[in-house]
């Protein structure tokens, strides 16, 4: 073999392994990449169910998103430790993306959801498939100097299967009110219960004299607050009537059937997140 064969022969070879390197390195990033969680921690309570990724291919902006797949039924979250201070009011936010999301046993709270680890405090949770959209959890931090904020696919009193990504997350501190005495209620009164139960349709109204009696109570209510309290404490109520119906209705073992936020959230998102309240309360009729 001649010198020229030789070094062309080295040139060829040290190619080879040059694209081999970065091919190497390629995928090495990208495993990072998929596997870098940036300081939150991968919680779940059936070990091993589920899947934590970063996706790059499903993202509601350019970087990576979180996501929790769980063929099975568990809980599972991505949390982090956020340092607080105490009696404080904080706000969380993010994008969530879900795939057939499906709580254990119909179990209201529970499917893809912002939540504080090892205490009940949550956002809504969302269920089935549903695109991108933006939820919150509003807490105070009370005697706390430290939370776990978790991502979570599943809830504090139950567990879901399916896939959810989180993206964008924000969190923001709030002032407390000095004046705190006189406390804001917002009622919505929905119109029209429109359910399915057990494959049976069942509709209901409720009428003039239904309105006029809650008003009333309310009326009542807002009288008693402060008199009771000697002043100490004052209330204002926002009435709302919902004309569209209410079609869906969670279920509980020891109770039966009720309202839950998921299932009024899309009604009255809009007016609450404009009102500052402080309660709400949700009305409506579930037997003739």
């Known amino acids: ?24 390195l390629y995928f090495a990033y990208q495993y990072y990449q998929s596997n870098n969680f940036n300081d939150f921690v991968r919680s779940e309570t059936n070990l091993y169910t589920s899947n934590f990724k970063r996706d790059s291919e499903i993202k ?37 993306k879900t795939s057939d999301v499906e709580a254990q046993d119909m179990q209201s709270g529970v499917g893809a959801q912002i939540s504080i680890e090892g205490a009940t405090e949550r956002s809504v ?62 009622c919505f009164i929905f119109e029209t ?11 209901l109204n409720v009428t003039q004299n239904d309105i006029y009696d809650i008003k009333n109570t309310l009326n009542r209510f807002q009288s008693s607050c402060e008199e009771l309290s000697e002043g100490k404490m004052t209330a204002d109520i926002d009435v709302y009537q919902v004309e569209e119906p209410l079609t869906k209705l969670s279920y509980d073992n020891e109770f039966g059937y009720f309202a839950s936020a998921e299932d009024v959230e ?19 009729r579930l037997r003739r």
Request: charged letters at 25%; one cysteine or more; proline letters at 1%.
């Open 1 to 24: 073999m001649s010198k020229r064969q030789k070094t062309l022969k080295s040139r060829i070879a040290y190619f080879i392994t040059l694209i081999i390197l970065l091919v190497l």
């Open 266 to 284: 899309n009604q009255i998102k809009d007016t609450v997140s404009q009102g500052d309240y402080d309660h709400i309360f949700i009305v409506l």
């Open 193 to 203: 219960t429109d359910v399915t139960v057990n494959g049976r349709r069942i509709q």
């Open 60 to 96: 509601y902006s350019n970087t990576r998103s979180y996501k929790i797949e769980s063929p099975n039924y568990n809980d599972a979250m991505f949390y982090k430790t956020v340092q607080v201070e105490k009696n404080t009011p904080y706000k969380v936010t993010c994008m969530v």
């Open 125 to 186: 949770a969302i269920s089935g498939t549903q695109d991108w959209q933006k939820i919150e959890l509003i807490f105070n931090s009370k005697n706390r100097e430290e939370v776990n904020i978790g991502f979570r696919l599943g809830g504090y009193l139950g567990q879901a299967k399916g896939e959810a990504w989180f993206s964008d997350f924000t969190i923001e501190e709030g002032t407390a009110s000095k004046n705190d005495n006189n406390w804001k209620f917002a």
